[in-house]
């Protein structure tokens, strides 16, 4: 089951992430995949150890961790 859980970031700080994300140096999301998912795969990504992608991911799963719908 998939539910939505809203109002995870205030709006001012999901507006940074998000021009934080269009700024971004995005990558082929097909050098992650194996040799055949790679000749299927058309994404985009931020390397998964670039410091953006690092930073946002923790921020936001700390807002996921004190959102109390989340955590229930």
Not at 14 to 39: E, I, K, P
């Amino acid at each position: 089951m998939l539910l939505h859980v809203s109002e995870v970031l205030p709006p001012a700080t999901a507006a940074r992430y998000l021009q934080a994300l269009q700024d971004a140096d995005w990558t082929d999301g097909a050098v992650t995949a194996g040799f055949q998912s790679a000749m299927a795969k058309r994404n985009r990504q931020l390397p998964s150890q670039a410091p953006l992608a690092q930073d946002l991911g923790c921020a936001i799963e700390q807002a996921l961790m004190a959102h109390p719908l989340f955590l229930s």
